[in-house]
């Protein structure tokens, strides 16, 4: 391996200054992998607070809150075994270039590289805490909906992590109910929180096809990420033909999951200055565009059943409130991914740029609505509340509806306002609501090659 003199002394002086700093500065360009503190600073302090926001978000007084939905997405996690496996092949080739008395790669080699394949995505102690204190800080602010003895409807993705970030909810909430007969604790439910996976059209056309991709692998070839891969490579002594995106990618990435998971911030941090993270943000933004957002329709279209199932549940409850009946799902609370909730608020309209994010418009899109980062962290959560509104001094309607997105009020799509009339947000989205079929949406198109595929 070619490698170039050692680094002057004022670099190593620098490595060993700038970590505390960086990790804080580049805290807010972790996308996905962005704790939840990021979205709401005031948890940091106190993580039961309601937080400054809270009490402004009250409704009106003489509205009463029928039902929540939440949907969340699973607490702090660790890598994937893929990312670990990718951290443990740059981690031996910088320990043997540390040998070069290169003073970056030998602060990364001595580093102790402690994540084993088998934490494999898996959810996090720290992400166990998100999910106690997100139910504690909910039942806080809902407490008509969370009273004791209430029936709580709880649903999950299959995978571990959220099944465990369902139980840690549960908790958080005290001390459970006893089961009835052949009740779960969890109902585990992919056709709803991974509706992804069982879209063909998506799968096809999306998931496993190499050119959907296109913006994102363009922009790692860019001069935008080619800057920061140079500059990385300098910083350790490498050849910029040893490293490339991917590369860069794995070290910001430990960046992010060693403050995440551990509260650290570790060497790794210190390779990036806030100018590098901007660039690592939006590669991860892009991805998440072009796989999860606008960037192709069947993204949101495939959670249509999601969207439909909440409109269905909030409709029972009106209709229950209409016929004087106890409301039979009051809190209803879903766990899923970042891809559960980024296509759903995609399909609903909100945090969408009048231009697309591309390979060669990160300048223009430096202003973005679509940062990942800021809607679905870890433990990201986006809720309706449905409420029965007394019309005794006013003439508006009776059933009102608010969401919230992370715990503050998002406004809504079609009036900015942050309270909108039932009846009105569902001829906002009628056409969704009576349109859109997951069945036909995610139909792959029929082959028509009768005569040969029938023989
Ligand atoms: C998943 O939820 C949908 C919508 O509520 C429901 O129709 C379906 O039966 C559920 N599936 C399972 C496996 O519980
Ligand atoms: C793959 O994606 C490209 C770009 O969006 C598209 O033109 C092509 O039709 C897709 N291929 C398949 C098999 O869906
Ligand atoms: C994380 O670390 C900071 C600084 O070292 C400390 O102030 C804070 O209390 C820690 N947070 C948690 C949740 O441990
Ligand atoms: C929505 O309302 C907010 C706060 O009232 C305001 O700052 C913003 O400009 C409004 N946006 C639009 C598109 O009307
Ligand atoms: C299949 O192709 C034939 C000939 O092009 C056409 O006449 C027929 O309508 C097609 N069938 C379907 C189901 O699209």
């Known amino acids: 391996m070619a490698l170039r003199a050692a680094a002057p002394l004022p670099l190593l002086v620098l490595l060993v200054l700038v970590p505390l700093a960086a990790g804080a500065a580049l805290s807010g360009y972790f996308g996905t992998k962005?704790?939840?503190?990021?979205?709401?600073?005031?948890?940091?302090?106190?993580?039961?607070?309601?937080?400054?926001?809270?009490?402004a978000a009250r409704p009106p007084?003489?509205?009463?809150?029928?039902?929540?939905?939440?949907?969340?997405?699973?607490?702090?996690?660790?890598?994937t075994?893929?990312?670990?496996?990718?951290?443990?092949?740059?981690?031996?080739?910088?320990?043997?270039?540390?040998?070069?008395?290169?003073?970056?790669?030998?602060?990364?080699?001595?580093?102790?590289?402690?994540?084993?394949?088998?934490?494999?995505?898996?959810?996090?102690?720290?992400?166990?805490?998100?999910?106690?204190?997100?139910?504690?800080?909910?039942?806080?602010?809902?407490?008509?909906?969370?009273?004791?003895?209430?029936?709580?409807?709880?649903a999950s993705s299959s995978k571990h992590r959220c099944l465990q970030s369902g139980a840690a909810f549960?908790?958080?909430?005290?001390?459970?109910?006893?089961?009835?007969?052949?009740?779960?604790?969890?109902?585990?439910?992919?056709?709803?929180?991974?509706?992804?996976?069982?879209?063909?059209?998506?799968?096809?056309?999306?998931?496993?096809?190499?050119?959907?991709?296109?913006?994102?692998?363009?922009?790692?070839?860019g001069p935008e990420m080619r800057r920061v891969v140079e500059k990385v490579a300098d910083v350790l002594c490498l050849p910029a033909d040893e490293l490339n995106a991917d590369l860069i990618q794995v070290a910001f990435l430990t960046c992010s999951y060693e403050l995440a998971v551990r509260n650290v911030t570790s060497p790794w941090c210190s390779l990036f200055s806030e100018e590098d993270a901007k660039v690592l943000e939006y590669l991860n933004d892009l991805k998440q565009y072009w796989k999860r957002g606008y960037g192709y329709d069947i993204n949101s279209r495939s959670s249509c059943n999601l969207f439909q199932d909440i409109f269905q549940q909030l409709d029972k409850a009106v209709e229950e409130s209409k016929s004087s009946k106890p409301i039979s799902s009051p809190v209803i609370v879903q766990i899923g991914h970042a891809e559960t909730l980024q296509p759903l608020l995609a399909l609903m309209g909100f945090f969408k740029d009048d231009e697309p994010l591309r390979a060669n418009n990160y300048v223009r899109q430096m202003h973005r609505k679509f940062r990942s980062g800021r809607i679905v962290p870890y433990a990201a959560n986006l809720v309706f509340v449905l409420y029965h509104c007394d019309q005794a001094n006013s003439s508006k309607e009776e059933y009102q509806v608010q969401m919230l997105l992370n715990e503050n009020?998002?406004?809504?799509?079609?009036?900015?306002?942050?309270?909108?009339?039932?009846?009105?947000?569902?001829?906002?989205?009628?056409?969704?609501?009576?349109?859109?079929?997951?069945?036909?949406?995610?139909?792959?198109?029929?082959?028509?090659?009768?005569?040969?595929d029938e023989l």
Request: hydrophobic share 40%; glycine share 4%; net charge positive.
């Open 409 to 452: 009020l998002l406004p809504f799509h079609h009036s900015n306002k942050t309270i909108s009339i039932y009846a009105d947000l569902k001829d906002y989205y009628k056409d969704i609501l009576q349109n859109c079929h997951f069945k036909e949406e995610c139909e792959l198109p029929k082959n028509n090659n009768t005569a040969t």
């Open 170 to 221: 549960r908790r958080g909430l005290g001390p459970p109910l006893p089961l009835a007969d052949g009740e779960m604790e969890i109902e585990i439910n992919d056709s709803l929180m991974r509706f992804f996976d069982h879209c063909q059209k998506f799968v096809a056309f999306v998931e496993e096809n190499d050119t959907a991709m296109h913006q994102v692998d363009a922009f790692k070839e």
């Open 61 to 79: 007084a003489a509205c009463a809150p029928l039902q929540l939905r939440a949907l969340l997405r699973h607490g702090t996690r660790y890598p």
């Open 34 to 55: 962005s704790r939840y503190e990021e979205v709401n600073p005031h948890l940091a302090e106190d993580p039961l607070s309601l937080g400054p926001a809270a009490a």
């Open 81 to 154: 075994a893929k990312q670990i496996r990718r951290l443990g092949e740059l981690h031996g080739r910088l320990r043997r270039a540390a040998l070069a008395a290169c003073p970056a790669a030998a602060a990364l080699g001595a580093w102790h590289m402690w994540y084993e394949e088998s934490l494999d995505g898996r959810l996090a102690p720290r992400g166990r805490r998100d999910m106690e204190h997100l139910a504690r800080r909910l039942a806080a602010r809902f407490p008509a909906l969370f009273a004791a003895r209430r029936r709580l409807a709880l």
